[in-house]
């Protein structure tokens, strides 16, 4: 209920980078996403479903689309946003961030709601 108003457009998502020729900005749900038709991906901005079973389908879709074809010798990452421990009990973007940095090395950008992780040497492997 507290994000039903959020309806942003393409002009507001990646706004900055939303016409570059490299840049793909899709506004769906994960469950719907072909990875195969992406092409080699070097990024994956999750920032949708703010539940803890939403970031984790939509952040499973973002390792199989970085793992598909990955570009050798290029590094690849995963970026969450509203990554904060204060959050509402409904928001689980930090609750599934805690659990992925058990086992993989997750990075919080210093003063910011925003947080990494380089993909490039997994080998396949993801939660």
Not at 41 to 46: A, I, M, N, S
Request: with cysteine.
């Amino acid at each position: 209920d507290e994000q039903a108003g959020e309806q942003p457009t393409i002009y507001t998502i990646g706004w900055r980078a939303a016409f570059m020729p490299n840049v793909k900005i899709l506004d769906m749900p994960s469950s719907r996403l072909d990875c195969w038709r992406l092409g080699r991906v070097g990024l994956v901005f999750v920032d949708g479903d703010h539940t803890f079973t939403g970031v984790s389908k939509d952040s499973r879709k973002a390792f199989q689309a970085l793992q598909l074809r990955p570009k050798a010798g290029r590094k690849h990452f995963i970026a969450w946003h509203d990554v904060y421990e204060e959050c509402p009990e409904w928001v689980g973007v930090w609750r599934y961030l805690t659990d992925l940095s058990e086992t993989y090395d997750v990075k919080l950008v210093e003063g910011t709601r925003l947080a990494y992780l380089e993909v490039s040497d997994l080998g396949g492997r993801w939660k």
